[in-house]
């Protein structure tokens, strides 16, 4: 049985997150801190900070979207770009996403990000072009939501939270990501845009 390249960045990330659990040093090394990017050149820091996680909480959210919506937009990428270039849309996006804020924070020892979100927004963000209507269970929301509806209301929770602060939670990255994930489907492959505009119509 061969695994595909979602299920292997899933299990990739809840194995080196698991450890990090148990490991400060581990996590403190992979983590996003600034002074160690902009003072010693631990620029490998804008990618694996994607594979550490705060909490179990914080890792089963994301690994299961990632797993959900991976699902529909690895099968596309691979036809267009093959399975390895999907995996290079994934890691490209946790280190896009991340840029703004380290670039803003670069000179703030006391900052420190970590989670795959970036990423999977973008994964997110592609599979919605695909299908906009398709539906999302979305926790703690009892029923049902149209990916659509889910994008509107997460880019304006996700813009809303960024200015305001305060819950230590990157929305950044959240935005970013999600930009990506759109900006690169379509420079990939425009004609998805005829295709998400149809369905959307529908």
Known sequence: MQLSVTVILVLVTALVSWRAFSDRALLDRLLLWPPAITRRHQYERL???GFVHADWRHLVFNMITLWS?????EPEFSGWITPLGFAGFYLSAVVV???PTYLSQCGNPGYRSLGA???VSAVLFSAILFDP???LFIIPIPIPISASLFAVLYIGYSVWMDRRGGDNVNHSAHLWGAAYGVLFTLVLQPRVLDHFLDQFQR
């Open 47 to 49: 990618l694996t900070y």
């Open 69 to 73: 919506f991976g699902g529909v937009v």
């Open 97 to 99: 996403s991340i840029l």
């Open 117 to 119: 979100s970036g990423g």
């Open 133 to 135: 209507w398709m539906r």
